[in-house]
């Protein structure tokens, strides 16, 4: 415990409390740190502590107070709709009660293995089938790179937003340039210059600094630079002569930037006509970065239990085959049905997109 003045100045630090909390024993000499008139505030260092989700307060409270206690921002975003979900521990209980026993296919089976097939499980769900696509809003540094999110496993799509809100696909830049994953120092001769710890050395990458300096509208062969908005009444100038220009490669021709990926240091590199402009960065991750991640869609529960019986069935000595087959395509059968339920169509969205089968195309 801490003592302070009302300005929050340390007065000194209380070694012993005596019987009756009435007598402090403090570290210091309070008569010397202390005036007549001066307040002191006895606070404890730590007012809280927190284990196995009990909170305990360093101080003995009156009957008439009580404590609030607040979860934070986070904490509160992750509550909420959870009841859609299943914590994958519950489903790895779940299966121990219903498929494993006397009596049943698996007689016995070791935690640790079904362990291992439902976040097997969970991660291979987490590519195509389970809604598993992040994303964060980032703005594009002056460096024109941005680090990959720790728990980064593909992308789904790079694009810039503009004052509207309106996204815009960011193209990879694979046939245009590329980020060495070396760049050794050579001497006169072509040979690679090591250090003394026999290391080679390295300098800065000649392309990426070509490629970052280089204006995209010389390799879409845009003519519009100022068009940075989807509002349909927008006009300019230069509209009279949109789609007067032929021979453009269409794989080139576009205006809203390129990117690319440097594995070798986790970056992703844009293009200069993307500096300090909003994107939004989607990708998938697989399900087993963080503890809130190990829980899977209710709607496809089902279908992670056929994926774990059937993987241990697969590798079980004694089993016969046909027994194997037949997990097999159920587990194929449910996890289809899983991409069913979690695909969310609605019948309104699509006959609103039908309405469009009744305009007229005049050529």
Not at 41 to 68: C, D, G, H, M
Not at 209 to 230: C, E, H, M, Q, T
């Amino acid at each position: 415990m801490t003592i302070l003045k009302a300005d929050g100045s340390l007065v000194g630090v209380v070694a012993s409390v005596a019987v009756g909390n009435q007598t402090f024993t403090c570290v210091d000499n309070l008569a010397v740190a202390v005036a007549n008139l001066d307040v002191l505030t006895f606070r404890f260092v730590q007012p809280y502590s927190e284990a196995n989700n009990v909170v305990t307060i360093a101080a003995k409270l009156p009957a008439s107070i009580y404590v609030k206690i607040q979860l934070n921002e986070n904490t509160l975003w992750d509550s909420n709709g959870s009841y859609s979900y299943t914590r994958l521990y519950d489903v790895i209980d779940n299966f121990l009660v219903a498929y494993v026993g006397a009596g049943k296919l698996i007689p016995s089976v070791k935690r640790s293995d079904v362990i291992f097939h439902a976040r097997r499980g969970l991660q291979e769900f987490s590519y195509d089938t389970l809604k598993s696509i992040r994303s964060q809003e980032l703005t594009v540094p002056l460096s024109l790179t941005l680090t990959m999110p720790q728990d980064y496993v593909n992308y789904v799509r790079f694009s810039w937003v503009d004052k509207m809100g309106v996204q815009h696909t960011i193209f990879p830049a694979n046939e245009l340039t590329l980020r060495p994953y070396a760049t050794p120092t050579q001497a006169d001769d072509g040979s690679i210059v090591q250090d003394s710890n026999d290391s080679n050395t390295e300098l800065t990458s000649q392309t990426t600094a070509a490629w970052n300096s280089n204006n995209p509208r010389k390799l879409s062969g845009a003519f519009l630079n100022d068009y940075n908005v989807a509002d349909l009444y927008w006009q300019n100038y230069y509209n009279n002569a949109l789609g007067q220009r032929y021979g453009l490669n269409p794989q080139t021709s576009q205006r809203n930037g390129w990117f690319i990926i440097d594995d070798r240091k986790g970056q992703f590199g844009f293009s200069s006509d993307l500096k300090e402009k909003l994107i939004i960065l989607e990708y998938v991750s697989d399900g087993n970065a963080y503890d809130l991640d190990l829980r899977i869609p209710k709607m496809a529960e089902e279908a992670l239990y056929a994926y774990i019986i059937y993987n241990l069935l697969s590798t079980s000595s004694g089993v016969q085959e046909y027994v194997v087959q037949r997990f097999k395509r159920e587990k194929s059968a449910k996890l289809r049905n899983a991409k069913i339920r979690l695909s969310n169509i609605k019948l309104d969205q699509i006959v609103q997109v039908f309405r469009n089968q009744s305009k007229w195309i005049k050529y």
